[in-house]
């Protein structure tokens, strides 16, 4: 199933490409991330024994630092050489450059060499259309036995976001991806919610959908 999830970066023209979307978006942007991981990468990871983790669409690589600063080896991707640039400046001056591999890579058109322990999705969307659940599924290939594959997506934006997110429950995040191989099983699918403050005090809820699927 193809889906188009907006969020909160400028719109984008009809000519762009998701390439130059999101050169154009990290351009624009300060290359110091808040350096917070995704809280649902905090709550799911929690317990597992580090191994080989895989980040697609890694962004300014806050979730690939906090994970190798947690004993993990990490490959981090990103369609964007820009964000791969300040991840890995982040990486470096969190001291754990050596424990990461960036790639830049179009995860439509390729996919990292390796196996993984851990494979993590933390808001891979894009304004631009994208075959999103086609990237999930050739994640299973890549998935070692015992391993997690974590997806979190944008299900409700604040009121203050200039645009306005679909929203995504985790079942319809699933539901591409099933029947799921011989030997998986769905951890967890749906919803949290936690109340945001925005940039004039005013509060709002915000959700993020989480499906984790563990292979047997
Ligand atoms: C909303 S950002 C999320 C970044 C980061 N994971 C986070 O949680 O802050 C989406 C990221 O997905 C990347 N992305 C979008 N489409 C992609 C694709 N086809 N291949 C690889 N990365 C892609 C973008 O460059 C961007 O860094």
């Known amino acids: 199933m193809k889906f188009i999830v907006n969020h909160e970066v400028a719109m984008h023209d009809e000519q762009q490409?998701?390439?130059?979307?999101?050169?154009?978006?990290?351009?624009?942007?300060s290359p110091i991330s808040n350096g917070i991981p995704g809280k649902m990468l905090v709550r799911f990871s929690e317990g597992l024994t580090p191994g080989h983790a895989l980040e697609l669409g890694c962004g300014r690589g806050d979730d690939s630092v906090w994970l190798a600063n947690q004993g993990w080896r990490v490959t981090a991707a990103d369609l964007s050489n820009r964000a791969i640039e300040y991840a890995a400046a982040n990486a470096e001056r969190s001291g754990v450059r050596e424990s990461i591999t960036f790639t830049q890579c179009d995860l439509t058109q390729g996919f990292p060499q390796g196996e993984f322990n851990l494979i993590v999705a933390s808001f891979l969307e894009s304004p631009l259309d994208f075959d999103r659940a086609r990237i999930f599924r050739t994640a299973f290939n890549h998935l070692l036995p015992g391993g997690l594959l974590l997806i979190t997506s944008h299900a409700k934006v604040p009121s203050w976001s200039k645009h306005r997110h679909p929203f995504i429950p985790a079942a319809e995040v699933l539901a591409p991806l099933m029947p799921l191989p011989q030997g998986w099983e769905v951890q967890f699918c749906g919803e949290f919610s936690r109340v945001m403050t925005g940039p004039e005090g005013q509060q709002d809820e915000v959700s993020d959908s989480v499906v984790a699927l563990r292979r047997g």
Do not use: I, L, R
């Not at 999101?22 to 624009?28: F, L």
């Open 17 to 29: 490409t998701a390439e130059t979307f999101w050169e154009s978006h990290y351009d624009a942007m």
